[in-house]
T-cell receptor, first 114, second 110 residues
Framework: NAGVTQTPKFQVLKTGQSMTLQCAQDMNHNSMYWYRQDPGMGLRLIYYSASEGTTDKGEVPNGYNVSRLNKREFSLRLESAAPSQTSVYFC?????????????FGEGSRLTVL | GNSVTQMEGPVTLSEEAFLTINCTYT??????LFWYVQYPGEGLQLLLKATKADDKGSNKGFEATYRKETTSFHLEKGSVQVSDSAVYFCAVAGFQKLVFGTGTRLLVSP
């Protein structure tokens, strides 16, 4: 019973490097989300995809890009990492009805940018 | 847009104490309200929710009532356990997304 799977779980980057966080869900959900979690800031939405083929910006999209590869997968890319992007990243998904239904979260990806 | 304000932590309690974590919201209309919980090293998981005014959500001994007159959704538990130690997030549904509060860490000692 995998649910939402994120990879990698941990990553250390140098400033300016690029990387992609992968997320896959096996619940046939339409909507997928990327959040970042920072101390004292709670969870802030980076990007979301309400359905396959669509993506929209959240609160803090600068420095990120996303791809909804298919219904199962939603990736988050950092083109040129900055220390301000050091954070824990969570992918989540929800079924029909969007966030008024339950959000299911992955276990998180801890990213450190030096 | 919709927003949530919840009390800062940490909240430190002894086992079997009564718990209240305050949450107030700002929203257009009457959106669904949620409490999510994050145990150490894990992602968030839904604890309870309420979809309309005066609804009470409940789960695992936790309760919260949707109060439109005070725009509040306070989380309560009558007797906390050490295993309840976690971070609790209040959230409000917006257009196609959830907006979370900053989280309240609960520490329960034996």
């Amino acid at each position: 019973n995998a649910g939402v799977t994120q990879t990698p779980k941990f990553q250390v980057l140098k400033t300016g490097q690029s990387m992609t966080l992968q997320c896959a869900q096996d619940m046939n959900h339409n909507s997928m989300y990327w959040y970042r979690q920072d101390p004292g800031m709670g969870l802030r939405l980076i990007y979301y995809s309400a359905s396959e083929g669509t993506t929209d910006k959240g609160e803090v999209p600068n420095g990120y890009n996303v791809s909804r590869l298919n219904k199962r997968e939603f990736s988050l890319r950092l083109e040129s990492a900055a220390p301000s992007q050091t954070s824990v990243y969570f992918c989540a998904s929800s079924g029909s009805g969007g966030p008024s239904r339950e959000l299911f979260f992955g276990e998180g990806s801890r990213l450190t940018v030096l | 847009g919709n927003s949530v304000t919840q009390m800062e932590g940490p909240v430190t309690l002894s086992e079997e104490a009564f718990l209240t974590i305050n949450c107030t919201y700002t929203a257009t209309g009457y959106p669904s309200l949620f409490w999510y919980v994050q145990y150490p090293g894990e992602g968030l998981q839904l604890l309870l929710k309420a979809t309309k005014a005066d609804d009470k959500g409940s789960n695992k001994g936790f309760e919260a009532t949707y109060r439109k007159e005070t725009t509040s959704f306070h989380l309560e538990k009558g007797s906390v356990q050490v295993s309840d130690s976690a971070v609790y997030f209040c959230a409000v549904a917006g257009f196609q997304k959830l907006v979370f509060g900053t989280g309240t860490r609960l520490l329960v000692s034996p």
